[in-house]
Structures are given as C-alpha cells and as structure tokens.
C-alpha cells in the first residue's frame, strides 16, 4: 500500500484540513499520515480560533513519520509561519517524490491567513514541489493572475513546478486551467451549487497527490480528482448550519463505477 503524507492544519468540524486529507487519501485506498502544522476551533459556520504548533514540533512529527514510513507522495496546505515554512522547505528540499502544494492563505471569501512575509517565503517552496493548486485569490496575490493576463500567465510558466488554478466559473461549469512549461490545459466539469463545498480545495489536492502516489500521470491525476470532487460534492451529507462538508467516500466509489461502466 502506497503512504501519502499530509502537511496541513486540523479542522474540529473535520470537513477541510488534515482531516479532509485522510479522508480522501482512505477514498482512494492509500495510506495517510499526517504532520499537523496548526490547531482549529472551528465548525461550517466559521473559524473560532486558531493555536499554533511550533515549527520543533513540526519537524520531530516529519522526522517520525519518514523514520518509519516510505512515503511516495506529499501534499502540503496550511503552514500558517515563517517558521513552519522554513522548517519544510528544509526537509523537502532533498526529496524526489511528488509534493502537492495548496498554498493555504486567502480564504475562499478573500480573507488573509497568514502575513505578507510569510507569503512571500511560501514563494521558496515553489523550487521543491510538483504542482501548486491555488484558488483566484491566491493566484492573484502570488502572480497578479486573470485568466487573459499574458504577462502573469508568462510569470506562471516560468516557474519549475506546475500550477492549476481551481474553479474559473464560465456558465454552467467549473474549469481549472494547468498551465506548465510545454502548455496550458483545461479541465471542466459541470458546475454545482451546493452549499457543501467545505474542504473542497483541501481534497482537491490531497486527490491529486494520492493519484501521483499511485503512478498516475499528472493530468490523469487532476481528471480524477475533478471527477472526486463533483462526486462527492453532488452526493454530499448536507451536515452543519454553514458550508457543509462533501462525501469523500461516495465520491471515490461513483468514480469507480463509471470507470467499470466505462
């Protein structure tokens, strides 16, 4: 069995986060660890508080988990410091295995989550990992992105990791755009509106990163984690008085089923 890694913060509601992670590394039938960076009071309504965990202690549960563990692939979220963001780029650096980065640090309502120096370092990361997935905000703070900007897009394309902004809404469907060196590929799915869309970009990446584990290519990898997340989305609990979490474990059993029925 394949282990992934997970890098990220823990939700009390378990709907994003490194509970979000496990979930979906357990949809897809590999095994998750997990190195926690920061600590949530939170719930679908809203974030209560937030303690953080310090950049030692992140690097002793790094260290324990690789003493012990052949990890094939890592995805990485929340980092919340300077601290913690030196402390892994430390450690990846010397790794040869896929590294998934969500670069957690605008809210999907547009609130800042960390400092703008520590976004700035995040930047040095970028060297050491396979692919970033960051939403609109996050591309537009980090390249000054828009869809038709050529110079940003130029910007991207420079860069020795791989880059798919998420969730570019044209009518009825939901497109992510991968750009890389060779070229720039679309990914659609049909549009849902749904409330319980909490975690999505968590398990968006964490998908991806489990897929790389398993040997898939990395656009076979984002076309089966499209397909998760409109899974799990269309097929979601409706939990909670906010956004809701999704079904990972439906979601990565209606993708098997097509695939049989394929």
Request: proline share 2%.
């Given at each position: 069995?394949k ?8 939700d ?33 309504t809203?974030v ?6 310090s ?7 790094l260290?324990?988990?690789?003493e012990?563990?052949?990890v094939s ?12 963001i030196d ?9 040869n295995?896929?590294?998934?980065l ?12 960390l ?6 370092n ?5 060297d ?26 130029e910007k ?16 009825d ?14 990914f ?6 749904s ?6 970009g ?21 076309n ?18 906010g ?7 439906i979601?990565s ?10």
């Amino acid at each position: 069995m394949k282990v992934v890694l997970s890098i990220a913060g823990s939700d009390s509601s378990a709907g994003a986060g490194i509970q979000a992670d496990l979930k979906t590394f357990e949809a897809f039938s590999v095994f998750g660890c997990s190195v926690i960076t920061v600590l949530t009071a939170q719930n679908t309504t809203g974030v209560k508080s937030i303690s953080e965990v310090s950049a030692k202690f992140v690097k002793e549960q790094l260290e324990m988990v690789f003493e012990d563990f052949e990890v094939s692939a890592i995805k990485i979220g929340m980092l919340f410091s300077n601290e913690i963001i030196d402390t892994i780029r430390e450690f990846i650096k010397d790794l040869n295995i896929p590294i998934v980065l969500d670069p957690v640090f605008i809210s999907k309502a547009g609130s800042m989550l960390l400092s703008s120096d520590a976004i700035l370092n995040m930047k040095t990361l970028f060297d050491y990992v396979t692919i970033l997935t960051p939403n609109q905000f996050e591309a537009k703070e980090l390249f000054d992105y828009e869809s038709k900007n050529n110079i940003s897009i130029e910007k991207i394309k420079k860069l020795k990791c791989a880059t798919i902004i998420k969730n570019c809404i044209q009518k009825d469907k939901s497109i992510d755009i991968l750009y890389s060196k060779e070229e720039i590929t679309k990914f659609e799915t049909k549009y849902l509106v749904s409330r319980n869309t909490h975690g999505t970009g968590c398990s968006f990446s964490s998908a991806i990163a489990a897929n790389l584990a398993l040997g898939k290519s990395l656009k076979q990898a984002i076309n089966i984690s499209n397909e998760f997340i409109y899974e799990a989305i269309k097929n979601a609990p409706n939990l909670g008085r906010g956004k809701g979490p999704i079904a990972h474990k439906i979601g990565s059993q209606k993708i098997a089923h097509k695939t049989c029925n394929d």
